[in-house]
């Protein structure tokens, strides 16, 4: 929130006025400010909903592998720096609530972008499964989860706070509850 109110203020005052790069640099910094704390407001609405049972899904068909190339993209235009390789299906429509798979999806690749090493790579990949089914899959090489901190985030609808970010947590609840619709 200081970020942001510091940019506005040399935005109101200097910002007009002063050097071109860093007029850029504080509005990148305000747009990035600004996203980070859209996303949490976000979390934090879909949490209370799914806390309270009242999460509705708006079912129809999606393409699962323009939907993760498409969050793969975005991901890389929010962190330029880092490698994302995706791999695997061209093809693939199921039936799902596109938003919600999609906030699971940022929540978890953003998990991995975050918590693994700066010249690291992050793979995607979207695999068919036989006889029928399809697997979305984002690895890094991060620290990772102790076992008994996945079972916890995966057996219950609480945030298990084990790292300052709740995606993780928040993504795998979205997977339960919505398998349960």
């Known amino acids: 929130m200081s ?6 203020e040399w935005l109101a005052g200097d910002g007009p006025t002063a050097d071109a790069g860093r007029y850029k640099k504080m509005l990148a910094i305000l747009d990035r400010q600004v996203s980070a704390m859209g996303g949490m407001v976000e979390d ?8 309270a049972d009242r999460l509705t899904l708006k079912v129809d068909l999606v393409d699962l592998c323009e939907l993760v ?6 991901a890389r235009l929010r962190s330029p720096e880092r490698k994302i390789r995706l791999d695997g299906l061209s093809r693939y429509v199921i039936t799902a609530d596109r938003v919600r798979l999609g906030q699971a999806v940022d929540a978890i690749l953003g998990s991995a972008l975050e918590y693994s090493a700066l010249g690291t790579k992050v793979r995607v990949e979207v695999r068919q499964r036989k006889p029928e089914g399809v697997t ?25 706070r084990t790292t300052p970010s709740t995606a993780l947590g928040l993504a795998c609840t979205w997977r339960r509850r919505c398998a349960k619709a």
């Open 3 to 8: 970020a942001i109110q510091l940019c506005a």
């Open 44 to 51: 934090i609405l879909s949490m209370a909903l799914l806390r």
């Open 136 to 160: 979305v899959s984002i690895r890094d090489r991060g620290r990772g989860m102790a076992p008994d901190e996945c079972e916890k985030a995966l057996n219950s609808s609480t945030i298990h």
């Open 69 to 74: 190339r498409e969050r793969v993209e975005l």
